[in-house]
């Protein structure tokens, strides 16, 4: 069962029965620890003197074992108050002498309660490193607060808790469980304690463990660090066999290279080798383990330079086309060493050449080259073993006499030209030609064809008539230069045809066009249709028509309207000439349309209109308004063809609208209607404020709604009436109505201010006094007991003579389901049944008291599993040091036990028992101090439920088993 006030309960439980809570002696010193702790200190005016002194206390103790310096553990402290202000840095303080004085001269700033901004203060200044705070250590944070906060954290905490802080809270007041518990780090148990500001010391040592847990020194080393590899070494951290670690290390250049390693839970250490020489590298060991959880350790390595060699790389034998590269070669090459030789264009170096040639060749010859032209020529060794820089040279083949043809043009027509060349001499090898050809016009869209190296002639065709093309003849040869040779050649001009566009069936609306069909036999041809309104020519609607068509009809046109009909035949082998024509459509009787206005109000008014749109589902009316002193701000609304009325609502008062509804329709041409409408003044309204539910800590401001435009808004100022210096102000919306003022103080005279802000009316400010009610005393603690399956009980204390009676609620989370028990004044205890097992649930105690106020305190419970438990557990102390505890069988498929002694005095103990042990010896018990002993059954398929059993051990007379409080 999850018990919100487990620890503050506890010390209560212990206080009951006449026990004291022996403290454990701290240690002497903490060794091996690394880490940077800050403390965030709630130094606001909602703590008191007493209560910060014993928080002050509370860390002294809790550091006081710790060794401190930049090799082993830092701290800092950081206060919550209106602004936050750091106390000391991580790197202030060296010694343990320097900290302790430090805390003890450490001063209240009181202020606000302002959480949310300590935290984002923490966190800026965590990842700008300005506390002092180191890279490659453990960082935590311990929350020491009153449960109060006067702004959000959740949002601040998560960014903090991404850099890798772990949070621990420490809560002295009530606080919000489920916030606090989303707060602190997973799992909330370990990391979020209640306790009583008086009762601190309980969990000093716990929480100190836990600290040691997290910042041990566990460091991850790397020794042996040559050119190529280094060794990393490590503290044993598993135990399991079951368990391992996976070792990941990358190039901090590149991190999407990168290897990884599984070891096994045994390895303190492993070698990474094959490295390159002076490179850096990111080593990361992460710890895999079901049982404990262990931070990933990242160190940063760097591997040896290595002493550099050359490579001095010589030419010879520069021919033409080729020359022979050579160069020394290599003291002992080894099997995985080769060269990567790269040449290039000096001119064009995108278009590079690679050859890998083995590590015992000392010499190359490249060929098939150009003739007077500049090469890059790169050598460069492949090796894992030595570094050799990469020697670069420039080398020019020497130059060839260059070579002509002469292109010739025969046969021009309208559609097609031939072309000719002289054939080369003998001696000259052609591989192939390159013939490009595109309009003189526009180069950017040229046509190409490989020809044959013998080929002499070849006729270019399907070309555009009365048109100039630019033709260039390469020709290809790896051994000669030969110059390319550009020629424009005009195709002849052929007879233009005309196209004869006819117009027929006229009406108000449409028309239709025809044409004889001149492009039916040509193919790939088409007609491209253009037409627009003769006064915007900007707005063309295009159409594209087959080749074949010989009509078409253009309809839904505005009546009473010169159309421009543009008709352009699209060929490649023929010249149409385009044709164009105007045609008016026939005017057609508008019918009028008339707009009136009835009901004018000063926020709405109704228009009508006479029918005038038949074709219902096809056509509509198109109706925008707006501000005449804000026409870039405009309502449109889409009204149906058989609608004659409309009502304008949420108006301005005293503001004049344009009104214009426009009839849609495809059959015929209405003229839209547009006019002018003012709505009635409206006289200046009084604003009158009301305070309702007013409690000691707050109370709600009610007005009647007098805003209705969307940029109106409110000004809310409050402040005590003792000291109007100090006001708060709020902006609110213009449909508010009420608001909650909250955090106020009991007892106390307060003046309130609400401001209307609107440019369109006047409304008089509002100011009224209101009183907040004395503060009440209500139950001061609710205790959560005898936990099953389907019930637990709930007490609460004290008992108050001013209570009338109590209304316990309850409901399980998170539904908004809500049960309700009402009971008198003289109960403080009772049981809920009838629950649903392992359901949490949200339990209220409402105090109601006699003078009609009420008060109320929650709290979380949990019901238990079913069948998930053992049936008993009896302690028996042995004496000599030793306690014996008994069980009963759990339920189920029970695959064995585990059983968890937690000493006050000593180190915590869990052992693992068969299914059919039923007891267990425990030795090292110490005399006088308290200790819990759980048990929990391990199923097959599911987590069984601790059954715990708190015990003292007497001085003198053993304990006989006590049943304590259960958690």
Sequence with gaps: MIVCLALYLHSLFLVAIGQTIPEADSPSSVPDSEGDLLFLLDSSGSV??????KVKEFIGDLLGPFTFGPQDVQASIVHISTEPSLEFSFDQHGSSYEIQKAIRDTKQRMGDTNTGKAISYVKDNLSAGTFGSRAD????????????????????????????????????????????????SQPSEKHLHFVDVDDLPIITKELRDSIIDLIHAKRLHASDITTTSF?????RLLTQ???????????????????????????????????????????????????????????????????????????????TTSFELTWPGLLSPLKDENYLLEYSLESDTSRTIQMVLPGDQTSMVLSNLTPNTTY??????????????????????????????????????????????????SRVKIQSFLLEYSLASDTSRTMKEILLGDQTSTVLDNLTPNTTYRVTLIPKSNVHAIRPQTIQVSTVPEPIQEISLQVHDITSTSFRLSWPGLLSQVEGASYLLEYSVESENSRTKQAILPRDQSSTVLSNLTPNTSHRVTLIPKSNVRIIRPKTIRVSTLPERSQPLEIKVHDLTSRSFRLTWPRVLDRVGEESYQLK???????????????????????????????????????????????????????LPEPIQSLQLRALDITPTSFRITWPRILYRQEDRYLLEYSLESDLRRSVRKSLLGSQTEVLLGNLMPNTNYKVTLTPESNVQIIQPQTIQVSTRPERYAPLQILISEPTSNSFRISWGPLLDSVASYEIQYGPLPSNTVYKVQLDSNTNSTVLENLKSNTTYLVTVDARFKDGAEKALSAIACTEEKDVKVRYLHLEDLGSDRLKATWGSADGDVQGYRVRCRRQAG????????PQTHSTVFTDITAGSINKICVKPVYKDRAGKNLCRTVHIHPVTPAEGYPMLRT
């Design 48 to 53: 008191s003197y007493h209560e910060f002194a």
């Design 137 to 184: 250590v453990p960082k935590v944070m311990v929350w020491v607060t009153d449960g109060l906060s006067t702004d959000d954290i959740s949002k601040s905490m998560q960014l903090l808790k991404d850099l890798g802080v772990t949070v621990f809270i420490v809560s002295t007041g009530g606080g919000n469980y489920l916030e606090l518990s989303e707060a602190a």
């Design 376 to 425: 890059r020529v790169k050598l460069t060794l492949k090796s894992n073993f030595r570094l050799v820089r990469p020697q670069t040279i420039q080398v020019s083949t020497l130059p060839e006499p260059i070579q002509e043809i002469s292109l010739q043009v025969h046969d021009v027509t309208t559609t097609s030209f031939r072309l000719t060349w002289l054939g080369l001499q």
């Design 241 to 319: 066999r079951e368990e391992s670690y996976t070792l990941d290390y990358s190039l901090q250049s590149d991190k999407r290279w990168s290897v990884q390693k599984i070891l096994t839970a045994d390895q303190t250490g492993a070698l990474v080798d094959n490295l390159t020489p002076n490179t850096t590298y990111w080593i990361t060991l992460t710890p895999e383990s079901n049982i404990q959880y262990f931070h990933p350790q990242t160190i940063k390595v760097t591997t040896l330079h290595e002493p550099i060699q050359e490579i001095s790389l010589q030419v010879n034998n520069v021919t």
């Design 625 to 679: 308004y707006t501000l005449v002193s804000d026409v870039q701000r405009s309502t449109q609304r889409v009204l149906p063809a058989d609608q004659t009325s409309f009502v304008l609502g949420n108006l301005v008062p005293n503001a004049t609208y344009q009104v214009t509804l426009t009839p849609e329709s495809n059959v015929k041409f209405i003229q839209p209607q547009t006019i002018r409408v003012s709505t």
């Design 231 to 235: 060794r990393l070494t490590w503290p």
């Design 907 to 914: 180190n915590s103990a869990v052992v693992n028992m068969a």
